[in-house]
């Protein structure tokens, strides 16, 4: 078994419930390896250090056992996964300097931002799969990799359920392959 680590953080179902209302049942559910945050309300954010076969597997089953303990919570984000450019930097152990030339140097094949500005994000996943094939930086742990590909398909996935009912079918004719698991109806 591999060790996972990740965050998961959810919307309370009212916004107005303490967080610490839950910290007993969360441990109950089997949340005993997350370092709990309950600082924001009506949020609360579970940093995991889980023991799995594989990431998505780590990922499910602390997404079960949150929603055991608080079954009207609602997913707002599962990380690691969009980055910025001091992201990239403190993982591939550079200066952000750095990271603004391997982006501006390699414009053709570094990854397209998720969103282009004044700050510019990335999806982790594809950072750190076109650093091991064209950087000679630090090696990444394939742990980290394999998180951060998790993390991204749990949130798309999260994403894709919250527009079900907005998506016209020709788009998603376009961007879903017909053989997809996920199903919009």
Not at 87 to 114: C, E, G, W, Y
Not at 145 to 158: C, P
Request: proline content about 5%; some cysteine.
């Amino acid at each position: 078994m591999k060790e996972y680590e990740f965050t998961l953080t959810f919307a309370l179902p009212t916004r107005d419930t303490d967080p610490q209302f839950y910290l007993d049942a969360l441990m109950e559910a089997g949340c005993d390896d997350a370092i709990i945050g309950v600082g924001v309300s009506g949020r609360i954010a579970l940093n995991f250090t889980r023991h799995s076969d594989s990431a998505i597997d780590a990922m499910t089953s602390a997404l079960e056992n949150v929603l055991s303990a608080i079954p009207n919570a609602t997913l707002i984000e599962s990380s690691p996964d969009l980055v910025g450019v001091s992201d990239i930097a403190a993982i591939l152990k550079v200066s952000r300097q750095a990271v603004q030339k391997m982006v501006n140097k390699h414009i053709m094949t570094f990854p397209t931002p998720v969103h282009s500005g004044a700050t510019q994000i990335w999806h982790l996943a594809n950072v750190l799969a076109w650093s091991t094939t064209h950087t000679n930086h630090s090696p990444i742990n394939h742990s980290l990799i394999e998180i951060a590909e998790a993390s991204r398909k749990i949130n798309l996935a999260r994403e894709i359920s919250d527009l079900k009912d907005v998506i016209p079918s020709q788009i998603t004719k376009l961007f879903l392959p017909s053989d997809s698991l996920i199903e919009l109806k």
